[in-house]
């Protein structure tokens, strides 16, 4: 079973320029949610995706967007970079329904705006 | 709003010794809760959970964790630190959305340093 994978690993831009950051959800999975994780705090929410749609979103401006694919895979792009985005950003996906509502983490992009 | 507290931001411990991370969260219905644990430069692996029933879970690599509805607590416990624990430990809290799957809340974790 292939677990949550995430690409790059590691990413250096400019501020102002635009990123995209990849995830490729665990097999049988059809839902990913995308997490920003700045220094010394914990992850915090960004959105979710199912079905290829958003399915909720947290307190983050309309510069991030996210797609998500048929095969359930998930990109997560940053316009206007600002040095605040420097962050790990983290990819979980998760099956849908039933009572489990695991999230299984990917090892994350460490995204650098300099 | 739903949160997550946890009070110790580094806790160091020696091998052996039994260890105990504290937290606390903030939720009107009965609360889903997860313990992770990250590694440096890692993404977050799941220790364990609670939905319902036995409120003492245990999960992988030794690690168990108790449930109290009164005191809005859910900490984490290992009778015995080997020097591999040693990472930083996320509590989390997950926000149901009527039926969807749902985001989690995280605490802003605890650093775990184990001296030998």
């Known amino acids: 079973e292939t677990g949550v994978t995430q690409s790059p690993t590691h990413l250096i831009k400019t501020r102002g320029q635009q990123v995209t950051l990849r995830c490729s959800s665990q097999?049988?999975?059809?839902?990913v949610s995308w997490y920003q994780q700045a220094l010394g705090q914990g992850p915090q929410f960004i959105f979710q995706?199912?079905?290829?749609?958003?399915?909720g979103r947290g307190n983050f401006p309309p510069r991030f967007s996210g797609l998500q694919f048929p095969n359930y895979s998930s990109e997560l792009n940053v316009n206007a970079l600002e040095l605040d985005d420097s962050a790990l950003y983290l990819c979980?996906?998760?099956?849908?329904?039933?009572?489990?509502?695991?999230?299984?983490f990917g090892p994350g992009t460490r995204l650098t705006v300099t | 709003a739903q949160s997550v507290t946890q009070p110790d931001i580094h806790i160091t411990v020696s091998e052996g010794a039994s260890l105990e991370l504290r937290c606390n969260y903030s939720y009107g219905a009965t609360p889903y809760l997860f313990w992770y644990v990250q590694s440096p430069g890692q993404g977050l692996q799941l220790l364990l959970k609670?939905?319902?029933?036995?409120?003492l879970v245990q999960g992988i690599k030794g690690f168990e964790a108790e449930f109290k509805r009164s005191q809005s607590s859910f900490n984490l416990r290992k009778p015995s630190v080997h020097w591999s624990d040693a990472a930083e430990y996320f509590c989390?809290?997950?926000?149901?959305?009527?039926?969807?799957?749902?985001?989690?809340?995280f605490g802003t974790g605890t650093l775990l340093a184990v001296q030998p």
């Open positions: 979980a996906s998760s099956p849908r329904g039933g009572t489990s509502s695991e999230q299984y």
């Open positions: 609670y939905f319902s029933g036995d409120t």
């Open positions: 097999s049988g999975h059809n839902t």
């Open positions: 989390a809290v997950m926000e149901l959305r009527g039926g969807a799957t749902n985001k989690l809340i």
């Open positions: 995706y199912y079905r290829e749609e958003e399915n």
